[in-house]
């Protein structure tokens, strides 16, 4: 039941851009998205719920396609800052919420 | 507004005893989770209280385990006797209640059982 995250791992000069896919094996009621960075605690950077809407958050949106039960988290012109493992969390109607394999983040100088 | 706490932040106990953690989370949030992460791994659901109700638990959480969370205030989570397995960071999230808000995690408790 978790999600499937790809891809697992991604490296990233400054500048570049990354999508990050979360894939579900069932219908999802919402898709929440996280960063956690080494030794810490993740860190909340938005939530879709049902309606294929797109987010933005500074240069990282997200998207949700409830038909494919899939979304995407797209980082734009990276920062240094960005590098993490970002979790999709999603959650089914009436059960429990359910995070994804994660995808480690690097980016460099 | 002090985030969700958590306490305490590392704890080693041999193999066999019990030990209990506690979370404090934000004031407002009436929803309240408990996670644990191994290496690598994203975070893995255990329970989580509405208020002081317990409404739901992972069927993966052994009898060993069990967590409380009176006058919905803060929570605290049991292990008894304790296993080598149950090295792991546990972490603490709390959000309102309503689909479109997200879960606030506090620090973890890193717990080692040698």
């Known amino acids: 039941q978790q999600p499937v995250q790809s891809p697992q791992a991604v490296i990233l000069r400054e500048g570049e851009d990354a999508v990050i896919n979360c894939s579900s094996s069932k219908a999802l009621y919402s898709v929440h998205w996280y960063r956690q960075k080494h030794g810490e605690a993740p860190v909340f950077l938005m939530i879709?719920?049902?309606?294929?809407e797109q987010k933005g958050h500074e240069k990282i949106s997200a998207s949700f396609n409830e038909k494919k039960q899939q979304s995407s988290l797209y980082l734009t012109a990276s920062q240094l800052s960005y590098s993490g493992t970002y979790f999709c969390?999603?959650?089914?109607?009436?059960?429990?919420?359910?995070f994804g394999t994660g995808t480690s983040l690097t980016v460099i100088p | 507004d002090t985030g969700v706490s958590q306490d305490p932040r590392h704890k080693i106990t041999k193999r066999g005893q019990n030990v209990t953690f506690r979370c404090d989370p934000i004031s407002e949030h009436n929803r309240l989770y408990w996670y644990r992460q191994t290496l690598g791994q994203g975070p893995e659901f255990l329970t989580y209280f509405q208020n002081e109700a317990q409404l739901e638990k992972s069927r993966l959480l052994s009898d060993r385990f069990s967590a409380e969370r009176p006058k919905g205030s803060f929570s605290t989570l049991e292990i008894q006797r304790t296993e080598q397995g149950d090295s792991a960071m546990y972490l603490c999230?709390?959000?309102?209640?309503?689909?479109?808000?997200?879960?606030?995690f506090g620090s973890g408790t890193r717990l080692t059982v040698v």
């Open positions: 969390g999603t959650e089914r109607i009436g059960n429990q919420f359910y």
């Open positions: 879709l719920l049902k309606g294929g």
């Open positions: 999230a709390s959000s309102l209640n309503g689909a479109n808000y997200g879960y606030t």
